[in-house]
């Protein structure tokens, strides 16, 4: 559900980025004042899982497109709105500038769409309050879980629809877009639903006692679980590193819906100074487009290798990706603990 910038006038684009931008700044302000150290390391993990996850593109039969875990949700419910939004922010700029996943231009609407919405408002409107006090055992949990999941995405859907509509540069008809999107988003969104629960119900076995899901960084007496960190990185790093090989290759549900109406998975982008300047950025900037080593010619290496085959390329990017990741969202965890004067804590315990 990367938007490129060819969906987008410079006047949306810039408009996302400063509703993002506010938002990242809010959501960071808000995480100092609680003081949520211990959730920080999780924070990081879990970003660098999103990252890995991501990449893994999975067909959507009979259609010819494929679709990947979000994950908006997902980490909503592990760390809360604002921790999450900050996971998903970072994502998102590293796949943006490293790997020329989404356009500059569309970065800050990529955020909204596969960010805010999960985490502002469809985790705190949706989810939590249908969800309620119920346990992660019962079946009501287990269905609001999928089901805001599914909500999710269609939303997000539904957001690159607006955004490219209200952009007015890309000559694709609203009704027909809509009907191509949300259809194919809604299968891609039961996948996701479905790989949210099954996340969810493997890291509650992982707590003591079986714990209520609330919160998966500090436990109840506020120690971290060393254990949970390193599973999730693990699990994060074979993906990347491994599992990314087997990406679906047809194009994702974004990409066959443009497809359907314009007969071209892409967009030619638009030949004024601020698409041309940013596309020119990202290309110097982004070392691996595509998650791939670049050629001499400029061209992408690995060429029509067989599904499955090992891709030192992508391994690579699924390990670098998600390292960058989970710095990232460390050092952002430093700079609020450094700015709000609060003492490090020792390993085992939040101060």
Excluded at 42 to 66: E, L, R
Excluded at 197 to 211: D, H, S
Excluded at 285 to 299: C, E, L, S
Excluded at 338 to 348: A, F, L, Q
């Amino acid at each position: 559900m990367h938007m490129s910038d060819a969906l987008l006038s410079a006047e949306i684009g810039a408009g996302f980025w400063l509703a993002s931008g506010t938002a990242i700044a809010v959501s960071a302000r808000k995480l100092q004042a609680t003081q949520q150290e211990a959730a920080v390391p999780m924070m990081g993990v879990m970003g660098a899982f999103i990252f890995a996850a991501q990449m893994i593109n999975f067909t959507i039969p009979g259609t010819g497109s494929s679709g990947h875990l979000a994950g908006g949700m997902l980490i909503s419910i592990l760390l809360g709105s604002h921790a999450a939004f900050l996971g998903m922010a970072s994502v998102l700029v590293v796949q943006a500038f490293f790997f020329a996943d989404g356009g500059l231009l569309a970065l800050g609407a990529n955020i909204f769409n596969m960010g805010v919405i999960p985490c502002y408002l469809v985790f705190p409107l949706i989810f939590r309050p249908f969800a309620g006090a119920s346990s992660a055992t019962s079946l009501r949990w287990r269905m609001m879980v999928f089901c805001s999941a599914i909500l999710a995405v269609q939303l997000g859907a539904l957001g690159v629809v607006l955004e490219t509509r209200l952009s007015g540069i890309a000559e694709l008809p609203l009704t027909a877009f809509l009907l191509a999107m949300q259809p194919i988003h809604l299968a891609i969104g039961v996948v996701e639903g479905l790989v949210t629960v099954t996340v969810l119900q493997f890291l509650r076995q992982a707590r003591p006692n079986g714990e209520k899901i609330a919160s998966f960084a500090p436990t109840g007496n506020g120690t971290l679980r060393p254990r949970m960190l390193m599973a999730v990185g693990a699990v994060a790093l074979l993906t990347g590193v491994v599992v990314s090989w087997f990406a679906s290759t047809h194009p994702d549900g974004l990409e066959w819906s443009i497809a359907r109406l314009t007969g071209e998975s892409e967009l030619g982008k638009p030949a004024d100074g601020a698409h041309q300047t940013l596309a020119q950025l990202q290309e110097r900037i982004a070392p691996m487009p595509d998650y791939a080593f670049k050629k001499m010619d400029g061209q992408l290496g690995r060429g029509d290798a067989p599904w499955g085959t090992p891709d030192a390329g992508k391994s690579l990017a699924g390990l670098v990706g998600g390292l960058l990741t989970l710095v990232l969202l460390l050092g952002v965890g430093w700079m609020l603990r450094r700015r709000s004067g609060t003492p490090t804590p020792p390993s085992s315990s939040m101060s």
